[in-house]
């Protein structure tokens, strides 16, 4: 069947070419992706290609698959030809097309940008990146997925350079005058642009600061100028302004992982290459360019200069004739002290400071509920020169990079059971956002309150409940078993435990078989035959993604079979790929039932099912979301 559009009957087939290419109509549309096209051939072609994945044309050199015949010559002849004939008079860049070289022209040293976003009015040099910015920022869409790891991508090439690069762990562009080897041609570029031709093109207005590539630049306004923190840990909420960041410090804080060994332990790759170039090695870097002395560190060779050669101060401030060393550092005193100074205040204390950097180191320090190193139950600000002590034995150390082996985390990326995990949510925050009165209001007549917590961890929470129930019930004899199956946390609870005549913990799975024996011999021991309450925080996921649906509907069941009240606090499900991504990038395996679960979306929804119509219980109250965007919820047996 031939497809004829009303103007090729009227005009024919050069009339129609007329129309649809010096008109631009494209009339037919992709009904994947709703990309168009002046053919309707083009559409099956992209659809085949694109969407199907189909590679037709096999070139007979490298076996290289091809969706287009063109394509398939166009790399026979770039690639295994060498020919590129269209040379740039401007800047010698060669190119395989004409074509490709009036857009390197036409973008890059015109300048021109003629495509532009309907919805942000960003601007390209190629039709192709304004559709690809709309699909992939506007609309969300990531159509390309790694079979190897679920990452999903935009572009199909950028899909294609992460397989070569990350799985099979491809180098293929070499540097031809180090012979250093790269994934990707742009950090080739980019390599040899900034360390071999020492260029950094692109130039911050704000600070003078130069980088090798606009994106570097942008990155850096962004994050040092604007303060922007765009991404947050999805464990304790902290926010970075780079997405490695982010990455690095899961991996180290809440993972406790230390990929990097030469005898001791790092958490950092780069820690553990200084350690081995400078203690190993004994290798200087860094040459002082008056003296040409040599030292191992950057700081020292920053000291030296300024103690022995007393570094210049080039930079004079016109207004109060302060010098500085750079020029950055001249611009920052005039925009603070002279340039219409606008003092910032915290909100807490209503202190003035200078700039944001200062002010958040003052709430950090000063506000925060909790600080950033805490060794043996203190806590500190600022590593600076304080002697740490691991919490698994005593030793002084002066670096977090060399903390004891065994204070890594096993069972943080599988089981939830972070070490630190009441760092971030210290348990005196947590408590005051439950429902204690109508946790108090017991029918229970007896002389005891018994709990049972279910994922203790190291049993801060676990004692501060103890703490307010006495408050609330003065009249009532309070008893809590905290149950956690790390045993590390358990010994961590056992040794900080004031009140071990009515507080006890156990190393247990609730799904092993000892889990009856225990719970009976605790209710007998004060003379009840239930819990009055259960405290489920924080582990219906962990169970959900170790036991998968069917292990969520026992536990449930089991809990709601011994107990008078439940408090739950279901993870929400964006929390379970965070999860596998987690697990995935601490090397220890999968989640294997994740994919197969039925239970998902709206996780207090299921558990509200489950509690309420199966076990017959009712909810009494459901909190508003807390900080990290879960809900508080607390059920009580009806009959």
């Known amino acids: 069947m031939i497809w004829r559009r009303e103007a090729d009957s009227q005009l024919g087939v050069e009339g129609t070419n007329e129309i649809f290419f010096h008109e631009g109509r494209k009339d037919y549309a992709c009904d994947k992706c709703e990309r168009k096209f002046s053919k309707k051939k083009s559409v099956f072609i992209h659809i085949k290609t694109v969407h199907e994945g189909l590679r037709d044309f096999l070139c007979d050199k490298c076996e290289r698959k091809f969706g287009y015949k063109s394509t398939l010559l ?245 207004k109060c004739e302060e010098k500085f060393l750079k020029k950055s550092s001249l611009l920052t005193h005039q925009k603070l002290v002279h340039k219409d100074r606008e003092d910032l205040t915290c909100n807490k204390c209503k202190k003035k400071f200078e700039n944001k950097s200062i002010l958040h180191k003052h709430k950090k320090t000063f506000h925060e509920v909790f600080k950033d190193y805490l060794f043996y139950g203190l806590r500190f600000d600022q590593r600076s020169t304080l002697q740490y002590e691991c919490l698994f034995s005593t030793f002084p150390i002066m670096s977090d990079d060399k903390l004891h082996p065994s204070a890594g985390e096993p069972g943080a990326s599988r089981y939830g059971n972070f070490c630190n995990y009441y760092q971030f949510h210290p348990a005196e925050v947590r408590v005051k956002q439950l429902p204690l009165d109508l946790l108090s209001s017991t029918e229970n007549d007896g002389k005891k309150f018994v ?89 219906t996921m962990w169970i959900h993604l170790n036991h998968g649906d069917a292990g969520l509907e026992r536990f449930l069941g089991d809990v709601a079979r011994r107990s008078r009240m439940i408090l739950i606090e279901p993870q929400p499900w964006k929390c379970y790929r965070n999860a596998a991504r987690r697990l995935k990038r601490a090397r220890a395996g999968d989640f294997p039932l994740l994919d197969g679960l039925k239970l998902k979306g709206d996780m207090v929804e299921h558990v509200e099912r489950i509690l309420t119509v199966e076990w017959a219980f009712e909810r009494l109250h459901a909190s508003e979301e807390n900080d990290w965007q879960r809900k508080l919820l607390l059920y009580k047996r009806s009959r």
């Not at 001791?264 to 350690?275: G, P, Q, R, V």
């Open 451 to 539: 709990a049972l917590d279910i994922g203790c961890n190291a049993g801060n929470l676990t004692v501060e409940l103890h703490k307010c129930l006495s408050e609330k019930l003065p009249d009532k004899e309070i008893a809590i078993l905290g149950i956690d199956l790390d045993p590390t946390l358990i010994e961590r609870a056992r040794e900080q435990n004031t009140r071990p005549e009515s507080i006890a913990f156990e190393c247990l799975d609730f799904f092993s078989d000892e889990r009856e024996n225990v719970l009976a011999a605790f209710l007998q021991r004060h003379g009840v035959d239930e819990f009055d309450a259960t405290f489920c925080f924080s582990v």
């Open 74 to 318: 166009v790399h026979q002849r770039m690639v295994h030809e060498g020919r590129k004939d269209f040379a740039c008079n401007k800047c010698e860049k060669k190119f395989g097309f004409l074509s490709h070289l009036t857009k390197h022209q036409k973008t890059v040293h015109e300048g021109r940008r003629d495509y532009g976003c309907d919805s942000c009015e960003k601007k390209f040099g190629q039709k192709r990146d304004s559709f690809h910015h709309q699909k992939t920022v506007h609309k969300g869409r990531k159509d390309y997925a790694c079979d190897w790891c679920e990452k999903k991508f935009g572009l199909s090439s950028n899909l294609t350079k992460h397989q070569k690069t990350v799985h099979e762990g491809r180098k293929d562009f070499a540097c031809k005058s180090c012979e250093k080897k790269f994934g990707q041609k742009r950090d080739l570029l980019y390599h040899q642009k900034t360390v071999h031709e020492g260029r950094k093109d692109f130039a911050c207005n704000m600070c003078q600061k130069k980088f090798g590539e606009r994106r570097n630049l942008i990155r850096h306004q962004n994050t040092v100028h604007e303060g922007r923190k765009d991404y947050a840990c999805d464990v304790c909420e902290k926010k970075f302004g780079l997405k490695w960041l982010m990455i690095q410090h899961q991996k180290t804080v809440h993972e406790g992982r230390k990929d990097y060994a030469c005898e001791e332990a790092f958490a950092l790759e780069s820690s553990m290459i200084e350690h081995r170039n400078t203690i190993h090695n004994e290798q200087k870097n860094y040459e002082c360019d008056k003296c040409e002395q040599k030292f191992e560190f950057r700081s020292h060779l920053s000291r030296h200069q300024i103690s022995e050669h007393k570094a210049r101060k080039d930079f004079a401030c016109d």
